[in-house]
C-alpha cells in the first residue's frame, strides 16, 4: 500500500507557473505508476498526465500538451507536475494517483488504486 500527499498548489495569475509535488510513502513507489487528475465542482475527475514506474514513459492530456510536465524521482519518492502558461480554466482540485498493476500509466482514474487528498489550483484571469 502506499499513502500519497499532494503539495504546491495554490492561487496564481494567468500565463504564470507552479509545480505541484506528490510525495508517497509506504510500499516503494517505484512499483507504482503514476498520475494527475484534476476536477471541478459537477464534473467528472479529467486526466491530466501520467507516467510509467521508471518515468521512461510519459503522456499528457491534449489540454495540457507543451504547458505542463509530468516527472518523478522515485530516489525521493515523489511525482511532480511542472505546470506553466497557466489558463484560468486550469483552475481545479489536482490529485495525485498511483495504480498497483501495470507498469503504464493510465488515462482511466478507475485503473489507479490510491488518491491523494488533493491540492487547489486557481489561475485568476
Known amino acids: 500500500q502506499v499513502q500519497l500527499v499532494e503539495s504546491g498548489g495554490g492561487l496564481v495569475q494567468a500565463g504564470g507557473s507552479l509545480t505541484l509535488s506528490c510525495a508517497a510513502s509506504?510500499?516503494?513507489?517505484?512499483?507504482?505508476?503514476s498520475g494527475w487528475f484534476r476536477q471541478t465542482p459537477g464534473k467528472d475527475r479529467e486526466f491530466v498526465a501520467a507516467?510509467?514506474?521508471?518515468?521512461?514513459?510519459?503522456h499528457h492530456a491534449e489540454s495540457v500538451k507543451g504547458r505542463f510536465t509530468i516527472s518523478r524521482d522515485n530516489a525521493k519518492n515523489t511525482v511532480s507536475l511542472q505546470m506553466n502558461s497557466l489558463k484560468p480554466e486550469d483552475t481545479a482540485v489536482y490529485y495525485c494517483?498511483?495504480?498497483?498493476?501495470?507498469?503504464?500509466?493510465?488515462?482511466?482514474?478507475?485503473?489507479?488504486?490510491?488518491w491523494g487528498q488533493g491540492t487547489q489550483v486557481t489561475v485568476s484571469s
Open positions: 494517483a498511483a495504480r498497483g498493476d501495470g507498469v503504464y500509466g493510465s488515462a482511466d482514474f478507475k485503473n489507479y488504486d490510491y
Open positions: 509506504g510500499r516503494t513507489f517505484s512499483s507504482y505508476a
Open positions: 507516467i510509467s514506474r521508471s518515468g521512461g514513459i510519459r
